[in-house]
């Protein structure tokens, strides 16, 4: 079974609107990151929130992060149709692990 | 700057076949890590590397082997090919502890086909 786990696995909103995706784990963590993939390419870092961190701002993207309760939360405020794509959670676990969750899949509608 | 580079960007594979994905990088990163990606599974990872000369197991290591002889370089081997073994493969790479592992930096994939 996989460390993390991103809800819900898929999204649909209109411009402009908020979108917000969850990601949950298992074990104690290190830091937390969130990665974004377009269709058929590489993975793109958003954010890195460690796990002395409770929430962290870069740009139209919030995240944050609960260790009582092992999880984490993405929001994408005002969204554009450029912000289609896939969005992962990864999380830094002991021994230097980078593990990630199967994703969310957000389709923004113009 | 290239950043992170992964050879071939495609490959089809008979089963049975052996075969070698070279990961590159050019930031003097500390880890390397290697991933498969499959649909609605996210990545996986199948080995990684915290220096020169060390490697260690992911999730997935069954049927790859790895080697990061030089700091720059790692790579995944396939000793025998089989069908479920294709997937799409990324490298990525990162700093390291500083003081906890910073932000990955991905290769643009392999397609490994494996008939």
């Known amino acids: 079974s996989q460390q993390g786990e991103e809800d819900p696995q898929a999204l649909s909103i209109q411009e402009g609107e908020n979108a917000t995706m969850n990601c949950s784990y298992k074990?104690?963590?290190?830091?937390l990151q969130w990665y974004r993939q377009n269709s058929g390419r590489g993975l793109v870092h958003l954010i890195l929130?460690?796990?002395?961190?409770r929430e962290k701002h870069s740009g139209r993207l919030r995240v944050t992060l609960d260790t009582s309760k092992k999880s984490s939360s993405l929001l994408i405020t005002a969204s554009r149709a450029a912000d289609t794509a896939s969005y992962f959670c990864?999380?830094?676990?002991?021994?230097?692990?980078?593990?990630f969750g199967p994703g969310t899949s957000l389709s923004v509608i113009p | 700057n290239a950043g992170v580079t992964q050879t071939p960007k495609f490959r089809v594979l008979k089963t049975g076949q052996s075969m070698t994905l070279l990961c590159a990088q050019d930031?003097?990163?500390?880890?390397m890590y290697w991933y498969r990606q499959d649909p609605g599974m996210g990545l996986r990872l199948i080995h990684y590397?915290?220096?020169?000369?060390?490697?260690a197991k992911g999730e997935v290591p069954d049927g790859y082997n790895v080697s990061r002889l030089k700091k720059q370089n790692f790579l995944l081997g396939l000793e025998s090919a089989a069908p479920s073994q294709t997937s799409v493969y990324f490298c990525?790479?990162?700093?390291?502890?500083?003081?906890?592992?910073?932000?990955?930096?991905f290769g643009s994939g392999t397609q490994l086909s494996v008939l």
């Open positions: 929130i460690r796990s002395n961190e």
């Open positions: 074990t104690s963590i290190n830091n």
């Open positions: 590397s915290v220096g020169e000369g060390t490697t």
């Open positions: 930031m003097n990163h500390e880890y």
């Open positions: 990525a790479s990162s700093p390291g502890q500083t003081p906890t592992n910073e932000k990955l930096f």
């Open positions: 990864a999380t830094e676990t002991s021994y230097d692990k980078v593990i």
